[in-house]
Nanobody, 126 residues
Framework: QLQLVESGGGLVQTGGSLRLSCAASGRTFSSYAMAWFRQASGKEREFVARTTWTGGITYYADSVKGRFTISRDNAKNTVYLQMNSLKPEDTAVYYC???????????????????WGQGTQVNVSS
């Protein structure tokens, strides 16, 4: 099992910044691709960003491109999501996720991910 625990959510004003963290334990974190998703109230879970196991390649949803940055520190078993220029429409519960197997290349579909954290709430006020 790969256990994932998110932190860093909170309330921020429009234009502000937050950095989310996702701490992993249980398996070799450095061999897993990682992703961030979010789910706003009443909406489906959507892809935000993902990175390969080395962190060398990253992908972003169009809605966050240029504002959010995903990164990872394999020595600390942690993946981050730096969120800048936040907008009210970024309000959601943010989840980190990993695919079922190490060294597995997956896209942005939630169904492709097996390990999930409990989520952290981000609220952006207008």
């Amino acid at each position: 099992q790969l256990q994932l625990v998110e932190s860093g959510g909170g309330l921020v004003q429009t234009g502000g910044s937050l950095r989310l963290s996702c701490a992993a334990s249980g398996r070799t974190f450095s061999s897993y691709a990682m992703a961030w998703f979010r789910q706003a109230s009443g909406k489906e879970r959507e892809f935000v960003a993902r990175t390969t196991w080395t962190g060398g390649i990253t992908y972003y949803a169009d809605s966050v491109k240029g504002r959010f940055t995903i990164s990872r520190d394999n020595a600390k078993n942690t993946v981050y999501l730096q969120m800048n220029s936040l907008k009210p429409e970024d309000t959601a519960v943010y989840y980190c996720a990993a695919p079922p197997s190490p060294y597995q290349v997956v896209g942005g579909a939630p169904s492709a991910y097996h390990f999930w954290g409990q989520g952290t709430q981000v609220n952006v006020s207008s």
